[in-house]
């Protein structure tokens, strides 16, 4: 069965998946991710805009509802739109993404994980991360 299709705010259109096991697991992911990401906005060490990015894109697929209410949320619904419609993310936020993702990673590798690959890995990781969240484009705050 093809997957549905629907408009969001910007005109662009996302294809719905119609599979009930792969919607209900995506449903899932999404929720938990924006559990976490509400965590992150109540405790420091733990990224909010990674969560929230990852439960939109899970919504996105998933359920039209979820979507619209996360998109329409006025504490994170600004930065989302701007992510999905503009293709970047405002200094303040870029700077707090990986100020926290460093320090989180950075303390598990050191004070937490005793086993070398492991910290290598989690260095990884965070480069890799960091170079993805720099090659958005950078905008300027309203």
């Known amino acids: ?3 549905a299709q629907h408009k969001t705010n910007s005109s662009q259109e996302i ?9 209900t697991i995506l449903i899932v992911v999404g929720s938990i991710s924006l559990i976490l990401g ?18 939109a894109a899970c919504f996105a697929r998933s359920s039209q ?7 329409g949320n006025r504490f994170f619904g600004k930065i989302l ?14 700077i707090y993404i990986l100020a926290m993702l460093w320090i ?7 004070f937490i994980v005793n ?12 480069i890799a991360v960091s ?3 720099l090659r958005f484009k950078t905008l300027k705050t309203d």
Do not use: C, E
């Open 81 to 94: 739109r701007d992510y999905r419609d503009k293709k970047g993310l405002a200094l303040k936020y870029k």
């Open 38 to 55: 509400l965590i992150g906005v109540l405790l420091p060490i733990l990224p909010t805009t990674p969560f929230i990015i990852l439960a």
């Open 104 to 110: 989180t990673l950075s303390s598990s590798a050191i």
């Open 65 to 71: 509802k979820f979507y619209d209410l996360l998109y």
């Open 15 to 23: 294809k719905t998946i119609q599979n009930p096991i792969v919607r």
């Open 115 to 126: 086993v070398l690959w492991l910290r290598i890995f989690l260095f990884a990781v965070a």
């Open 131 to 133: 170079i993805h969240i």
């Open 1 to 3: 069965m093809p997957p």
